[in-house]
């Protein structure tokens, strides 16, 4: 079955400190690929998404780039804010209208 | 942009009784929705998804008569947890999904229902 791999947390930074998110995945067809974020005590939002290889998505400073040859969506930021601690979920989806599948999240707590 | 609203945000109930958990699509028309239970410090478990009209179809392990999901109309979905127990207690959400809305992909999400039984 499809399945999602992130690196576990806490990951624990600096303000203005380099962000990477590992995540890798196992699908049985082709999927989108996706970042959520939730903040504590609040649902999920859509970070950012990518539908297919090479596409590149990109939100609020964060990136993730679409590797079918690896099979990753690593999430990256150059500067993270004390407002970005969250917990970070990779997910994806294969064919419309088809369920999300989740990582295991991870734990980012920015530090001033 | 597309919202999903869902309530009660959190909500505190005896061993025994029911609970009802509303996700209201505002502005779009639902025709999936997908609950998914979250504990915490872990990911989101998908609970069952639910088509407008139709019986909703649970994964394995979640037992269908305990957690009853009705999709009636296409911006209403209700998920009641019946005869609550303390290991009920947990982060519920909801996830709509319009295969013609141009919003996220077309995946919403609610906020979300801490549900703590006592």
């Known amino acids: 079955g499809d399945s999602v791999t992130q690196m576990e947390g806490p990951v624990t930074l600096s303000e203005e400190a380099f962000l990477t998110i590992n995540c890798t995945y196992t699908a049985t067809g082709y999927p989108s690929l996706f970042w959520y974020v939730q903040y504590p005590g609040e649902g999920l939002q859509l970070l950012l998404k990518a539908t297919k290889a090479d596409d590149k998505g990109s939100n609020k400073g964060f990136e993730a780039t679409y590797r079918k040859e690896t099979t990753s969506f690593h999430l990256e930021k150059g500067s993270v804010q004390v407002s970005d601690s969250a917990v970070y979920f990779c997910a994806l989806s294969v064919g419309a209208g088809n369920m999300l599948t989740f990582g295991g999240g991870t734990r980012l707590m920015v530090k001033p | 942009g597309a919202v999903v609203s869902q309530h009660p945000s959190w909500v505190i109930c005896k061993s025994g009784t029911s609970v009802k958990i509303e996700c209201r699509s505002l502005?779009?028309?639902?025709?999936?929705m997908f609950w998914y239970r979250q504990f915490p410090k872990q990911s989101l478990m998908l609970m069952a998804t639910?088509?407008?009209?139709?019986?909703?179809?649970?994964e394995q392990g979640v037992e269908k008569d305990k957690f009853l999901i009705n999709h009636a109309s296409l911006t209403l979905s209700t998920l009641t947890v019946t005869s609550a127990h303390p290991e009920d207690s947990s982060f519920y959400i909801c996830s709509a999904r319009s295969l013609g809305y141009r919003n996220n992909y077309g995946y919403t999400f609610g906020s979300g229902t801490r549900l703590t039984v006592v």
């Open positions: 639910s088509n407008e009209g139709s019986k909703a179809t649970y």
């Open positions: 502005d779009f028309q639902a025709t999936t």
